[in-house]
């Protein structure tokens, strides 16, 4: 069992906007920031989202995020075929000391 | 620009131990206020973080795996690595280095299969 809850699975059309959702407790999200990873098959993850909200730079300003109380949204707007992937969201733990991730929600672009 | 490279061995023995090396290159694995991590993936699931190392080399394990897990650094090496002891089929998964911070930066990852 994954430490932050995401849906397994989320999809859309071309064009739609597509959210997915990451929810935590407190310890992590309530108290930190969270980050979010894109994964294509084969490959390693890469950061999409950093700090909430930030963009590294690369990334399309379709890709945004989003955090309320102990929860935090990936939002993909103008949704491409090219999306689809593994998103993943992950946030430190005061608690714990550690790490949490979601356990990963697969897009699929219809 | 940063890049991580693991290497290891590709196969463990259950009840071995499974060693793990993070090469930085384009950065120094000393830079400060930087962590590195180790993260892995078995097969057809998900992301779990293992633990991370600050350039002091202060150290932060999944609880789960502590009594099992060190993660070391070698500055003059400029690599940072990674002992799991006591190996079981669970074990069994993609292998990630991973930072700096954040994991902004991560390897290409390493198989590592746990079988007799």
């Known amino acids: 069992q994954s430490e932050l809850t995401q849906p397994p699975s989320a999809s859309g059309t071309p064009g739609q906007r597509v959210t997915i959702s990451c929810s935590g407790d407190?310890?992590?999200?309530?108290?930190?920031?969270a980050n979010w990873y894109q994964q294509f098959p084969g490959t390693a993850p890469k950061l999409l989202i950093y700090s909430n909200n930030q963009r590294p730079s690369g990334v399309p300003e379709r890709f945004s995020g989003s955090k309320s109380g102990s929860a935090a949204s990936l939002a993909i707007s103008g949704l491409q075929s090219e999306d689809e992937a593994n998103y993943y969201c992950a946030a430190w733990d005061d608690s714990l000391n550690a790490w949490m991730f979601g356990g990963g929600t697969k897009l699929t672009v219809l | 620009q940063l890049q991580l490279q693991e290497s290891g061995p590709g196969l463990v023995k259950p009840s071995e131990t499974l060693s793990l090396t993070c090469s930085v290159s384009g950065g120094s694995v000393s830079s400060h206020s930087f962590y590195w991590g180790w993260i892995r993936q078995p097969p057809g699931k998900g992301l779990e973080w293992i633990g991370s190392i600050y350039y002091t080399g202060r150290t932060y394990y999944k609880p789960s795996l502590k009594s099992r897990l060190n993660i070391s650094v070698d500055t003059s090496k400029n690599h940072f690595s990674l002992r799991l002891t006591s190996v079981t089929a669970a074990d069994t998964a993609i292998y990630y280095c991973?930072?700096?911070?954040?994991?902004?930066?991560w390897g290409q990852g390493t198989m590592v299969t746990v079988s007799s």
């Open positions: 407190i310890s992590n999200i309530g108290s930190n920031t």
């Open positions: 991973a930072g700096p911070g954040i994991f902004d930066i």
